[in-house]
């Protein structure tokens, strides 16, 4: 990178950018790695630092003003219309070199940097400004995308102009009740309505609310209509409210210096650079832009658009400590550096991005895999271990997707373990369900309980390092040993049930304070706490277990298709009686899938293929809302893509693609201990789903 004051002298500045060539732009290179996943060693990790060296914010060291608003109007006018001009120069041919002597020689420049195809520059007394005339930010295409939306994009044309607004975002979602385990996660995807930027965020989100606790408490916000953003730096001010962030956009790094000896996952990138990442477009003037208060945010020149990015210091500013036991996950180019990570991940939380480029496919099948073994309960570090070596048709998407290691040590869960089930009367336990005695209460005698452990989250490796310790009344009952007595359920997933003894005769109606606890082998605690009453069960009239039957027919003039499913469903391990609302995940089942067709050389095909779903399966579910008069059920079930071979009837043995819904339901009415229902597409010819639900517990 070349860095000028004037054609003459070489400087270095603050300053970010995003340097992405098909992200953005050509100024940081990406490693040849084709590995898509890695943990950050020396390069990507955050360095140790006091708490002022971490938090202190860039523009406060360089002397400039932190924030838009700080910014004379004079300033900002000059800045847009420098931006302006030398975006002009450059569409004209001009040699980016010659761009910046000619920014150097302005009497009133405070830093030019030249980063490949990108120049930053920023005026005495005025905020970082950023010129990226190759690019707007896209993601990779895959080479046939690419080479579609190269013929098109000479037609397009920027937004109609509107005023920029610093809008507060609502962040709202449906809470089913005040349930401590209960946990959030927002997904944001501030580009959504662009034709090539996929539907990431949409999926995450869905599969980020089926992992225990978090039904119902996923906040997707997704920009649609970029003169109506959803997504805004507003809403970047309020994440100390979840426990899982995703944000999927676009980014990358300005390059002050190069490391002239690469190593580890920052190889032949930056040995000092400056990160951000894109939140909306600008279609504002400098009074809107000298409107936002928002230290750290940054103003972005593409080809076609204006933008607004935020560094490094934003972060610095709302989270002085980082994301305190949070894992924030950023899909984007060129964005796992130094600076972003520290500031977001702080001392306990986690952050991951890409320390290259990337694509939306990569984007997706990375940011779905890490959810999938989350949900399981599995640590940061585990899920990133059981990623798949996910990879690209696009050769420039050698990017690798990193994290940082928890600086205070251990990793993170996003959610609780352990479950506790009475297996007197077969409930969950929780504060509203009671709880049965072995014996009899008030008779004189010590009483038991029969108590079922569940744990999840467990590898093989670490499952003699797993102790449930039993306190009741404050009184330490002992400890179970998963190594020693634990079966396996489940992926990752031990049961143990056993009585457990009190010590003491227990009153009826006595609340039973419970803490069961297990010392976790990555640092912390997975508690359950709960006060059952003794012989005080309360009766939930959604039950706690359902039976789905249904029935999927489809034809066309050279195929049928016949799906049946018969699956059950159990009630939520968290469920809170008092609840309006109630969640239902898979607990057994199977899909069986017969169709029949013909292929364009009139060759017959044959499938019976059945699938068997696991227990929590993602994308399956049952909700029951009893708010109303009468009780209502909505539903979904959905199996996994599977690969199988057929032999079609001209003996050829090809690999086809079976699985997809077998199951929907909308507001239905629920009568008795069963319900039914039928959905239809419309079509001409159309797919039809007929189902039945029966309650079984």
Same mark, same amino acid.
């Given at each position: 990178?070349?860095?000028?004051?004037?054609?003459?002298?070489?400087?270095?500045?603050?300053?970010?950018?995003?340097? $992405?060539?098909?992200?953005?732009?050509? !100024?940081?290179?990406?490693?040849?790695?084709?590995?898509?996943?890695?943990?950050?060693?020396?390069?990507?990790?955050?360095?140790?630092?006091?708490?002022?060296?971490?938090?202190?914010?860039?523009?406060?060291?360089?002397?400039?003003? %932190?924030?838009?608003?700080?910014?004379?109007?004079?300033? @900002?006018?000059?800045?847009?219309?420098?931006?302006?001009?030398?975006?002009?120069?450059?569409?004209?041919?001009?040699?980016?070199?010659?761009?910046?002597?000619?920014? =150097?020689?302005?009497?009133?420049?405070?830093?030019?940097?030249?980063?490949?195809?990108?120049?930053?520059?920023?005026?005495?007394? !005025?905020?970082?400004?950023?010129?990226?005339?190759?690019?707007?930010?896209? /993601?990779?295409?895959?080479?046939?995308?690419?080479?579609?939306?190269? =013929?098109?994009?000479?037609?397009?044309?920027?937004?109609?102009?509107?005023?920029?607004?610093?809008?507060?975002?609502?962040?709202?979602?449906?809470?089913?009740?005040?349930?401590?385990?209960?946990? #959030?996660?927002?997904?944001?995807?501030?580009? #959504?309505?662009?034709?090539?930027?996929?539907?990431?965020?949409?999926? $995450?989100?869905?599969?980020?609310?089926?992992?225990?606790?978090?039904?119902?408490?996923?906040?997707?916000?997704?920009?649609?209509?970029?003169?109506?953003?959803?997504?805004?730096?507003?809403?970047?001010?309020?994440?100390?409210?979840?426990?899982?962030?995703?944000?999927?956009?676009?980014?990358?790094?300005? %390059?002050?210096?190069?490391?002239?000896?690469?190593?580890?996952?920052?190889?032949?990138?930056?040995?000092?650079?400056?990160?951000?990442?894109?939140?909306?477009? /600008?279609?504002?003037?400098?009074?809107?832009?000298?409107?936002?208060?928002?230290?750290?945010?940054?103003?972005?020149?593409?080809?076609?658009? *204006?933008?607004?990015?935020?560094?490094?210091?934003? /972060?610095?500013?709302?989270?002085?400590?980082?994301?305190?036991?949070?894992?924030?996950?950023?899909?984007?180019?060129?964005?796992? #550096?130094?600076?972003?990570?520290?500031? @977001?991940?702080?001392?306990?939380?986690?952050?991951?991005?890409?320390?290259?480029?990337?694509?939306?496919?990569?984007?997706?099948?990375?940011?779905?895999?890490?959810?999938?073994?989350?949900?399981?309960?599995?640590?940061?570090?585990?899920?990133?271990?059981?990623?798949?070596?996910? =990879?690209?048709?696009?050769?420039?998407?050698?990017?690798?997707? *990193? #994290?940082?290691?928890?600086?205070?040590?251990?990793?993170?869960?996003?959610?609780?373990?352990?479950t506790v089930r009475d297996n007197i009367t077969g409930e969950l336990v929780n504060d509203a369900s009671g709880i049965e005695v072995m014996e009899t209460p008030e008779d004189g005698n010590n009483d038991n309980l029969n108590l079922e452990f569940t744990v999840d989250g467990v590898t093989p490796e670490q499952l003699g390092n797993f102790n449930i310790n039993l306190v009741i009344e404050n009184q330490v009952i002992g400890h179970i040993n998963l190594g020693q007595h634990g079966v396996p359920v489940g992926d990752f997933s031990y049961r143990v049930a056993t009585p457990i003894p009190l010590g003491f005769d227990v009153e009826e109606l006595q609340a039973l304070h419970m803490d069961f606890w297990i010392p976790l082998p990555d640092q912390g605690e997975d508690h359950f706490i709960a006060a059952p009453r003794v012989n005080d069960r309360e009766q939930s009239e959604v039950g706690r277990a359902w039976v789905l039957g249904s029935r999927l027919t489809e034809s066309h003039h050279d195929s049928s298709t016949l799906i049946t499913a018969d699956v059950e469903f159990e009630i939520d391990p968290q469920d809170d009686p008092a609840s309006s609302y109630h969640y239902f995940y898979v607990s057994s089942g199977g899909v069986r899938v017969q169709?029949?067709?013909?292929?364009?050389?009139?060759?017959?095909?044959?499938?019976?293929?059945?699938?068997?779903?696991?227990?929590?399966?993602?994308?399956?579910?049952?909700?029951?809302?009893?708010? !109303?008069?009468?009780?209502?059920?909505?539903?979904?079930?959905?199996?996994?893509?599977?690969?199988?071979?057929?032999?079609?009837? %001209?003996?050829?043995?090809?690999?086809?693609?079976?699985?997809?819904?077998? /199951?929907?339901?909308?507001?239905?009415?629920?009568?008795?201990?069963?319900?039914?229902?039928?959905?239809?597409?419309?079509?001409?010819?159309?797919? @039809?789903?007929?189902?039945?639900?029966?309650?079984?517990?």
């Open positions: 990178m070349d860095t000028l004051r004037s054609p003459q002298r070489l400087i270095a500045i603050g300053l970010m950018s995003l340097t $992405i060539a098909a992200c953005g732009g050509g !100024g940081t290179d990406s490693d040849s790695s084709t590995s898509s996943t890695g943990e950050g060693p020396s390069g990507g990790s955050p360095p140790n630092g006091s708490p002022s060296e971490q938090t202190a914010l860039d523009c406060v060291q360089d002397s400039y003003p %932190c924030s838009f608003n700080e910014v004379s109007l004079a300033t @900002i006018e000059r800045s847009l219309a420098l931006s302006d001009e030398v975006a002009q120069q450059l569409e004209n041919g001009v040699a980016i070199d010659q761009a910046a002597a000619f920014l =150097s020689s302005q009497s009133d420049i405070a830093d030019v940097t030249v980063d490949g195809p990108v120049l930053g520059f920023r005026l005495a007394g !005025g905020r970082p400004m950023i010129v990226d005339v190759t690019g707007d930010q896209e /993601f990779l295409a895959s080479p046939a995308a690419a080479a579609g939306a190269a =013929s098109s994009k000479s037609a397009m044309s920027p937004a109609t102009a509107q005023k920029l607004r610093t809008v507060r975002t609502a962040l709202s979602s449906k809470i089913t009740s005040d349930n401590a385990t209960q946990r #959030r996660a927002l997904v944001l995807s501030p580009f #959504r309505y662009e034709e090539n930027f996929g539907n990431a965020g949409e999926l $995450i989100a869905a599969e980020l609310n089926t992992v225990r606790g978090y039904a119902g408490n996923v906040t997707y916000l997704a920009t649609t209509i970029e003169s109506a953003p959803q997504v805004t730096v507003d809403t970047l001010t309020q994440l100390e409210n979840y426990d899982v962030i995703h944000i999927d956009t676009h980014g990358g790094t300005l %390059c002050k210096k190069k490391d002239s000896n690469p190593v580890g996952s920052d190889k032949k990138k930056c040995a000092d650079g400056l990160t951000d990442l894109l939140v909306q477009r /600008f279609h504002g003037t400098a009074q809107d832009l000298q409107s936002l208060q928002h230290p750290g945010v940054i103003h972005y020149r593409g080809r076609l658009h *204006q933008s607004i990015a935020v560094t490094a210091d934003f /972060f610095r500013h709302y989270y002085p400590q980082g994301l305190n036991d949070q894992l924030f996950i950023l899909g984007a180019c060129n964005t796992f #550096r130094t600076d972003m990570a520290d500031a @977001i991940a702080g001392d306990s939380g986690v952050y991951v991005s890409w320390d290259g480029y990337t694509d939306l496919s990569l984007v997706r099948n990375t940011g779905l895999s890490l959810v999938d073994s989350l949900r399981l309960g599995l640590t940061v570090g585990e899920a990133f271990a059981r990623l798949p070596d996910f =990879s690209s048709d696009n050769p420039e998407a050698t990017g690798v997707l *990193q #994290r940082t290691p928890r600086q205070a040590g251990g990793d993170l869960r996003i959610r609780d373990l352990l169709r029949d067709y013909e292929d364009a050389q009139n060759c017959a095909y044959h499938i019976d293929h059945t699938t068997n779903l696991a227990a929590n399966a993602s994308n399956n579910y049952l909700t029951f809302d009893t708010s !109303g008069t009468n009780m209502r059920v909505d539903g979904f079930g959905r199996t996994p893509n599977e690969y199988i071979q057929v032999t079609n009837s %001209c003996g050829a043995t090809v690999t086809v693609n079976v699985g997809g819904v077998y /199951f929907l339901a909308e507001d239905t009415i629920v009568t008795g201990d069963s319900a039914q229902g039928a959905y239809n597409d419309g079509a001409n010819n159309p797919t @039809i789903i007929e189902w039945t639900l029966d309650k079984t517990l």
